[in-house]
T-cell receptor, first 110, second 113 residues
Framework: GIQVEQSPPDLILQEGANSTLRCNFS?????LQWFHQNPWGQLINLFY???GTKQNGRLSATTVATERYSLLYISSSQTTDSGVYFC????????????FGKGTKLSVIP | GAGVSQTPSNKVTEKGKYVELRCDPI?????LYWYRQSLGQGPEFLIY????????DSGLPNDRFFAVRPEGSVSTLKIQRTERGDSAVYLC???????????FGSGTRLTVV
């Protein structure tokens, strides 16, 4: 099945700083999603982005499918951005099983 | 409803008991998924429904696990003869279609003692 690797595994930011989270995948993808899991465990869908660039407020994401990576940008970070960020994609052709990376744990300190 | 609803939010059960976990997806979402998340890990796939049928149940760990979605809406994940290793957060998600983004529920935290 597809391999999904995220970096960095941990990130500490001062409030107001910007950051880039990376997701590499081992095969071509047709469903790439970014999620934020808050400290209470709720998984929030940030972006469905199999290709191209999307923006939503302070967050934006870019997927370059041909080079097998996706980036999540967080600008002007806030303490509420803390949590774990996961990228996920389908396991293979014809599969509807999302394979998640191990996540990036982000801590934003005031 | 407005979001994916899962009940109960917490369940503590004794080893060997039977449990049922319920998922109420977003109205109109035909695809429904169950995932399991252990502490410090990403969610792992269990089963996927398209409508009433289980289109892919290959993630179910063994035959103690079973899930149904009889009317194409609410789904129930059933675990027989629970073991301590079944302790985890069970997450349900739904989507309008398989090539669209998922909405996850808040999960059921299952603890087997």
């Amino acid at each position: 099945g597809i391999q999904v690797e995220q970096s960095p595994p941990d990130l500490i930011l001062q409030e107001g700083a910007n950051s880039t989270l990376r997701c590499n995948f081992s095969d071509s993808v047709n469903n790439l999603q970014w999620f934020h899991q808050n400290p209470w465990g709720q998984l929030i869908n940030l972006f469905y982005i199999p290709s191209g660039t999307k923006q939503n407020g302070r967050l934006s994401a870019t997927t370059v499918a041909t080079e097998r990576y996706s980036l999540l940008y967080i600008s002007s970070s806030q303490t509420t951005d803390s949590g774990v960020y996961f990228c996920a994609t389908y396991s293979g052709a014809g599969s509807y099983q999302l394979t998640f990376g191990k996540g990036t744990k982000l801590s934003v300190i005031p | 409803g407005a979001g994916v609803s899962q009940t109960p939010s917490n369940k503590v059960t004794e080893k060997g008991k039977y449990v049922e976990l319920r998922c109420d997806p977003i109205s109109g979402h035909t695809a429904l998924y169950w995932y399991r998340q252990s502490l410090g890990q990403g969610p792992e796939f269990l089963i996927y429904f398209q409508g009433t049928g289980a289109a892919d149940d290959s993630g179910l760990p063994n035959d103690r696990f079973f899930a149904v979605r009889p009317e194409g809406s609410v789904s129930t994940l059933k675990i027989q003869r629970t073991e301590r290793g079944d302790s985890a957060v069970y997450l349900c998600a739904s989507s309008p279609g398989t090539d669209l983004g998922y909405t996850f529920g808040s999960g059921t935290r299952l603890t087997v003692v």
